[in-house]
């Protein structure tokens, strides 16, 4: 008797919590503008903020092999999706040889995908999207490189219980340059001692790990409305000037001798972290664009047949 007050309890609370649910189907494009342009970003990184956030890229585009190698558990899709950070850390633990260069544009399950409720976010197959018409559109216009296309389903929840989602996407430039943005042949001290720059400042390019063209998070809550949240930064390589300090030595009888020490400007290169960070409050079914001078984010948030309980097995 008291076994089955236990379960029609947790039934019921499965119930009233499924009922607080609202699920909605995501849908997100995002391409780079190849054209110049006259503003000047910042030279100073900053890093996006993963802490909680969801990972659905990463069960797609990563293999096993280092985890197997390294006598690590492999991390399965919902592993990633509610435990990112201890995955990031097996995979930051592990070699990077497996981590592709160039990331496939289009990411998605690869079968059609169900949520259910009380489930983390679920990533959709490419037959679930339907922004294949925009994307063809899109793609044909001159001076476009598509990044990332993805659909998934999720609950939405108020900002303070919401997780982001991690997005990235693109050329890993991981072994050219650092996070920072240094250029790796340029910063070869020990890790012990940091590196400056008279420009910015002590760098200290501890970050490990792929350095995406397009890496950062999105955020979608509920507040009455649905707002989203984007921070992103979209990498692009070029030159920085740098200030550097050089002896001026004359030569005398008895040797060499110090006279003034000059300082001047020289270019090196840099990868620079184009941001794009914007919070707007959207309606469903809306085709929303998110405009910048280097890249764009076509994103539809729509209506959607809510997901059922899990069956229990009871």
């Given at each position: 008797m008291l076994r089955l007050s236990l379960i029609l309890l947790s039934l019921l609370s499965v119930s009233v919590h499924a009922e607080d649910e609202r699920w909605f189907e995501v849908e997100i494009y995002v391409y780079q503008h190849n054209s110049n342009s006259v503003e000047q970003w910042p030279t100073q990184v900053t890093p996006p903020k993963l802490n909680n956030a969801v990972?659905?890229?990463?069960?797609?585009?990563?293999?096993?092999?280092?985890?197997?190698?390294?006598?690590?558990?492999?991390?399965?899709?919902?592993?990633w999706a509610t435990n990112s950070d201890e995955c990031n850390a097996q995979l930051t633990t592990s070699s990077n040889n497996n981590t592709p260069e160039n990331l496939p544009v289009e990411i998605a399950a690869s079968q059609?995908?169900?949520?259910?409720?009380?489930?983390s976010p679920v990533l959709l197959a490419k037959s679930q999207s339907q922004?294949?018409?925009?994307?063809?559109?899109?793609?044909?216009?001159?001076?476009?490189?598509s990044l990332l296309h993805m659909t998934w389903q999720q609950a939405m929840k108020p900002r303070n219980q919401a997780k982001p989602l991690h997005l990235y996407a693109g050329h890993d430039f991981e072994g050219a340059y650092d996070y920072d943005g240094q250029a790796v042949s340029v910063n070869q001290n020990s890790d012990d001692i940091p590196n400056f720059d008279f420009m910015q400042g002590v760098y200290s390019g501890s970050q490990k790990g792929p350095v995406w063209q397009l890496d950062g998070t999105l955020n979608i809550y509920l507040n009455h409305y649905l707002y989203i949240e984007a921070a992103l930064n979209l990498r692009e390589e070029g030159t920085k000037q740098v200030l550097i300090t050089k002896d001026d030595l004359s030569t005398t009888d008895s040797g060499y001798n110090l006279n003034n020490s000059m300082t001047e400007t020289e270019s090196t290169p840099f990868l620079y972290a184009i941001p794009l960070k914007q919070n707007r409050r959207v309606r469903s079914g809306e085709i929303h664009y998110f405009d910048h001078p280097k890249m764009g984010m076509i994103i539809q948030i729509r209506k959607m047949?809510?997901?059922?309980?899990l069956s229990t097995g009871y």
């Open positions: 990972d659905l890229i990463a069960p797609v585009t990563s293999t096993d092999i280092s985890s197997v190698r390294n006598g690590l558990t492999s991390c399965t899709s919902k592993d059609p995908a169900t949520a259910y409720t009380g489930n922004f294949s018409d925009i994307i063809k559109k899109i793609a044909r216009q001159p001076g476009t490189t047949t809510q997901p059922s309980t």
